[in-house]
């Protein structure tokens, strides 16, 4: 990186230090205030955990924001101190400066992933339950009316749904090994064959093509929670024996096209910079806000949209990227005519 | 000078909006793609969505607009003007009496009449578009955890019908039933259940607590009738917010408290026109600011703190059971505005 784009680097770091002090002050203040209010209804008192718990999930929230926010600021000040057209007479061009803004567009997007991810709730919530449990598939259902964790399971039917007919497995107690349902001193018999008699057995291992302990994990466990990589070998996991819900699908790339938002809403920044007008704060924070609400919106629109299957999921997350991608490649097609100093003119910066 | 306060009120009112229906916004966002996409919904859901924040808009725009006006007056000097030209101060403060009349008789309207039925109607609309179409809760080749006690499989859907089903449903006899099915069509009566019609299948009870096998057998069609949570309430039923003033009065037959402090909360609200314009009054003078965005901002602070002092209020409300006690904050803030008068006699 060379030196001027060092300092353009250094300009945009500071704002954002100070856009995300300022906005982590301000969820300080809003959770006091939250909290204050429910401790003059309810007198439940504030939890420090609970606040620095819920500040990942802020950081991710509040990233896209403090990027538009960051970039509209950074080019209106050296808009105003002319630092743009010094830059330009130098021979170096809008566009190497903007991709500083890139790139720091890419860094907070890997933040808010990194944020985002950020899981406090344990990683296996069975283990503080103890309530029934079912599973399903087309081939077969799990129904166990204890758990105690993710391995051990008490009084557990187990109906395996064969062509050749039905099974049901009844045992007090059962075991998962990864993919094995190991079922002790119950017994089994075939639901069609009413001559088959109940067949008694000590330990009987049965496998299934998914790994049921994750299977579980994932059904009782809130995929908004978890983690992107927990959460994309959970759904892997499923897809073994057919389960791909599309929902969970959609908050998994969510977790991915949220913080990307950083990225795509930098790219629909570009027009600021050949605007060429003394850019007033207040028209900035108005600008920086709206252009984020409406992304926030058309993301949101995006999500509801593939979650109800009125378009396929896989564009879901992606909505908003696709058309601010189009935008961009679209204002950059035509950008030439709008550059001060055609690139033809440009004094080589070799000499 | 009403003309300036008009002006005031219109960029006031104006941004007080924006970020009053940024939430229902979101909300509608929701409710168009999950429920109702028809142009009259979508009118009727944003008109009461601000019918229902009305009051506040009313009150705080009210306020932004008299300290706005005042701030402006008093930083171009104008209550030095004034005095000298034989006017006192004081008539600027009582040209707006007749202003927070009309805004507290406007309230009137609003808080008793307007915002309980724009509350009900509001979540009646809701409720119903959130069970209009019960084949929403399902998706193909999913796992569906409807209730504690009942977990589908749908291999698929085709229109309104699922493919491939497979059900485990415990009855309240601790019964499990496992049920498979070719095709499965929802729907949601009037009492909130979910009627799962299930076609060509088998279905096997058992009591797994006691490891036995009860029945087995094959039907062409089934119903399944599972209690959703989302209308546990009547949706006929008035909550507290939503009752008009005889319906509090019968409320609190039952519940004395909540229904008689929500008449005490709407009859504060009456008098608040008055209370801020004098704090907008006095606080213009004490300012001197021009700045639009900084007056909003002052507009927001006291607005939070006329909300604290509610939730302060009720807090003792409910701690000691009295009602009488809530008078007390406003108590305070009148005699705070006397101090307040005494500080700027000069203006008063």
Known sequence: MSRKKRYVFFQVLVYFALFFIACIALFSLFQLIGDFSSFLRKGSLFSWRLFFAEIPSVVRTITPLITVLTI?????????????????????????????????????????????NISFSPSFPLEKKSSSLAFATDQMVVWAERHHSRERLEEVMLVMLEPQGTRVYFAPSAKIEGDTLILSAGTVRSIEDR?????????????????????????????????FFTLYAALKNLSKVGIVPRREWITLWEKVSYPLLNFFLSLLLLPFLYIRKKLSRSYTIVAGFSLSLLAY??????????????????????????????????????????DIIPSTVRPNKKT | MYGEFLKNWYVAIGILMVLFLIKPLFLLIDLMVSHFFSFAGIT???????????????????????????ARMHSDREFIIFPVSGIRGSLILHTFIPLAGLCS??????????????????????????????????????????????????????????????????????????IAAKEATASVNSQGNLLLRLLDGKIFAASVREGKALARSEFATYRLIVPLQVAKRKISDRTVAESFFFGLLAISSQDRLPALFELERRFFFLLLPFLLLFTGYYLGVWMRISNMMMV?????????????????????????????????????????????????????
């Open chain 1, 72 to 116: 509209l600021f950074v080019m209106g000040t050296m808009e105003r101190n002319r630092e743009l057209r010094i830059f330009e007479i130098n021979g170096i061009r809008s566009l190497e400066i903007y991709s500083v803004c890139i790139f720091f567009s890419l860094c907070t997007t890997l933040l808010a992933f990194v944020a985002g």
């Open chain 1, 195 to 227: 001559n088959d008699p109940e067949h008694y057995f000590e330990e009987t291992r049965v496998e299934f093509p998914v790994n049921l302990g994750k299977a579980f994990s994932w059904f009782v466990s809130d995929p908004e929670q978890t983690p």
């Open chain 1, 297 to 338: 919106l058309s993301f949101q629109m995006g999500i509801s949209l593939g979650k109800n299957s009125m378009i396929p999921w896989w564009a879901a997350p992606w909505l908003f990227h696709i058309f601010a991608a189009l935008l961009s490649l679209l204002y950059l097609s035509k950008k030439e005519k709008l």
């Open chain 2, 44 to 70: 009727a859901f944003f008109l009461f969505a601000f019918l229902e924040v009305s009051a506040y808009l009313l009150l705080l725009s009210f306020f932004i607009a008299i300290f706005a006006v005042v």
């Open chain 2, 296 to 348: 909003v901002g002052a507009g927001a602070g006291v607005g939070l703190c006329a909300f604290y002092l509610l939730l302060l209020g009720e807090a003792l409300v409910y701690q000691t059971g009295s009602l009488a006690i809530f008078w007390l904050l406003p108590g305070i803030w009148v005699l705070s505005l006397f101090f307040l008068r005494r500080r700027f006699f000069y203006v008063s």
């Open chain 2, 105 to 178: 008789l406007l309230l009137l309207v609003s808080l008793f009449f307007i915002v309980p039925q724009v509350k009900f109607m509001k979540r009646t609309l809701i409720s119903a578009s959130a069970i209009i179409n019960p084949i929403k809760l399902f998706q193909p080749r999913s796992l569906v955890k409807i209730t504690r006690d009942t977990t589908v499989y749908i291999g698929g859907i085709e229109g309104v019908r699922m493919k491939n089903i497979v059900l485990s449903n415990r009855d309240a006899d601790n019964i499990v039933l496992t």
